[in-house]
């Protein structure tokens, strides 16, 4: 019984509760963002990085996940497991799916903190909406397409690794920032010529200390949970008990 232990409930609360630090990380970057603005722009930074959220993890279910993790065309993009293929019986089925919801809303988060105070509220969503519908899915699908079995992704048939996102969300995050921030311009009012730049003071230094406690501890889940199991050593509880139980 012992040779036969089922590890798969423990992976699948490992992988939860990965998630669930993860989600933390939101809360850190709204704190980052709202502390190091200007008070009069806090509340409109706080309310993207939560309407950011909820638009992420509904177009990320509806679509996003299944191109992503969907039977691969090619290499390219899937094509199954959309959110109406979606089965509540399959259990680790959907802890995956909210692990990579998690994923793919600090992948358009991560566009907040370089746009405060420069983008309008409306404009920054629809960006966000792209990101979990098209940008983030395309990526991930290349170098994580394999995940759920199956054919993986063109980029990882040649090699490519990529371990807790290093690149398919936070390089996909940078490269969406650095597009915006070139369109965008800088802030208004900062530089001027033969002038030294304007001082934008933050609005509360200790709400932003706080946030980046908040993003170091979900940082445990980002990179732990990315291992999607409960990694077993030689000396593992399971182990032990099945030398202390073997006939002499």
Same mark, same amino acid.
């Given at each position: 019984m012992i040779d036969s232990f089922d590890t798969t409930l423990i992976d699948t609360l490992w992988?939860?509760?990965?998630?669930?630090?993860?989600?933390?990380?939101?809360?850190?970057?709204?704190? %980052?963002?709202?502390?190091?603005?200007?008070?009069?722009?806090?509340i409109n930074v706080a309310m993207k990085n939560l309407a950011d959220f909820a638009i992420a993890v509904s177009v990320f279910w509806l679509a996003g996940f299944g191109m992503m993790f969907g039977a691969s065309q090619a290499g390219w993009l899937g094509s199954s497991l959309f959110g109406w293929q979606l089965e509540s019986t399959d259990t680790w089925l959907m802890t995956v799916f909210i692990f990579q919801a998690m994923f793919c809303a600090t992948a358009a988060t991560i566009v907040a903190g370089a746009v405060a105070e420069r983008m309008p509220f409306l404009g920054y969503l629809w960006t966000a909406f792209w990101i979990a519908l098209l940008i983030y899915p395309v990526f991930g699908h290349w170098a994580w397409g394999g995940l759920l079995g199956g054919a993986p992704g063109w980029l990882a048939s040649l090699g490519f690794i990529d371990f807790a996102g290093a690149t398919v969300v936070h390089s996909v995050g940078g490269w969406v920032a650095l597009a915006a921030v070139l369109v965008i311009g800088p802030r208004?009012?900062?530089?001027?010529?033969?002038?030294?730049?304007?001082?934008?003071?933050?609005?509360?230094?200790?709400?932003?200390?706080?946030?980046? %406690?908040?993003?170091? $501890?979900?940082?445990?889940?980002?990179?732990?949970?990315?291992? %999607?199991?409960?990694?077993?050593?030689?000396?593992?509880?399971?182990? $032990? %008990?099945?030398?202390?139980?073997?006939?002499?």
């Open positions: 992988v939860l509760w990965a998630a669930a630090l993860v989600f933390v990380m939101q809360a850190g970057f709204l704190c %980052l963002e709202a502390g190091t603005t200007r008070t009069k722009n806090a208004r009012g900062r530089f001027q010529v033969d002038k030294p730049p304007t001082a934008f003071p933050a609005g509360n230094l200790p709400l932003a200390m706080l946030g980046a %406690l908040f993003m170091v $501890l979900g940082w445990f889940g980002f990179n732990g949970g990315s291992t %999607l199991a409960r990694k077993r050593s030689s000396y593992d509880v399971v182990d $032990l %008990l099945h030398v202390t139980q073997r006939p002499k």
